[in-house]
């Protein structure tokens, strides 16, 4: 239980401290593309920030202009309405009255000029922010086009390499084939030549076997065919020596008749003879 209790904290203090496959960094100048392009894109909504700030001012400034110019027309027919009321009386009241309403008319006057004098301002303050977000915008597409760039050469030295890395483990697998083909061969062929050394056993083994059964089963026959060969070998031995007694004695004969014929001078010695036995005698 310890034992097992302590493998399955093994496995989890491993699978805690297992870390996560890190996808391969990128190069420093698709990293740098990157960062221009993420400052060119904060620039742009900066700038499109700034066109409608200016567009809210704007709005604000037309609703001030229209209200203004609301007063002046309300200033106007005051200012018409007291002049024909002075052009009835003609009294001094009335003609101050008429006055008062002039001076208030022109203030009034001066402004909205003011106002649309700061709404032209804020016109051309949005015009301004237009062309920034429109420089700002031609930038981002080069940035943009910069980091697409990059990111395709990124791309093919990583096919580049995926692809030779792949020549490489098709060439590794084909030389493991051929080494795994080349001890199969080799295997097979240990394999059949031990298998004719075993059949070779096998069959030595059963003609030793064949042997010593035929031996086995012949060598009666065989004491019994020596035995017949040798009372036969007997048989004649004995005819042979009959035969050969018989004919000892024609043999002798012929040995006296194959001798040899004597000399002329052993011819005239036998003369000589009796008289050399006479002296002998006498």
């Not at 894109?41 to 229209?66: F, I, N, P, S, Y």
């Not at 008319?105 to 003011?114: A, E, F, I, S, Y």
């Not at 977000?133 to 080069?142: D, F, I, P």
């Not at 030389?175 to 080799?186: F, G, I, Q, V």
């Amino acid at each position: 239980m310890a034992r097992a209790k302590k493998a399955a904290a093994k496995k989890k203090t491993a699978a805690r401290k297992k870390t996560t496959v890190k996808a391969p960094a990128l190069p420093k100048s698709v990293t740098n593309a990157e960062s221009k392009f993420k400052l060119q894109e904060k620039a742009v909504t900066q700038a499109e920030k700034k066109v409608d700030q200016a567009q809210v001012k704007l709005d604000r400034h037309k609703k001030k202009t229209d209200a203004e110019t609301a007063k002046l027309g309300k200033l106007r027919t005051e200012l018409s309405a007291k002049r024909d009321k002075a052009k009835g009386g003609g009294t001094a009241a009335a003609k101050r009255a008429v006055d008062g309403a002039k001076g208030r008319m022109n203030t009034q006057r001066l402004k909205l000029q003011d106002t649309r004098g700061e709404g032209k301002l804020v016109r051309a303050e949005i015009q301004a922010a237009k062309k920034v977000v429109a420089r700002e915008k031609k930038k981002l597409r080069t940035a943009q086009r910069n980091l697409t760039t990059k990111m395709r050469e990124y791309e093919r030295k990583l096919a580049k390499k995926a692809k030779a890395e792949q020549k490489k483990a098709e060439q590794k697998a084909k030389r493991l084939a051929s080494k795994a083909k080349k001890a199969a061969t080799a295997k097979t062929a240990s394999n059949k030549k031990a298998a004719k050394k075993k059949a070779a056993r096998t069959t030595t083994a059963r003609k030793a076997g064949a042997k010593k059964a035929t031996k086995a089963k012949s060598t009666p026959r065989k004491a019994a065919a020596r035995k017949a060969t040798a009372k036969k070998s007997a048989a004649k031995s004995k005819s042979g020596a009959a035969r050969s007694s018989v004919k000892k004695a024609p043999a002798r004969k012929a040995a006296t008749r194959k001798a040899p014929r004597k000399s002329s001078a052993a011819k005239r010695a036998p003369a000589k003879a009796p008289a050399s036995s006479e002296s002998t005698s006498n």
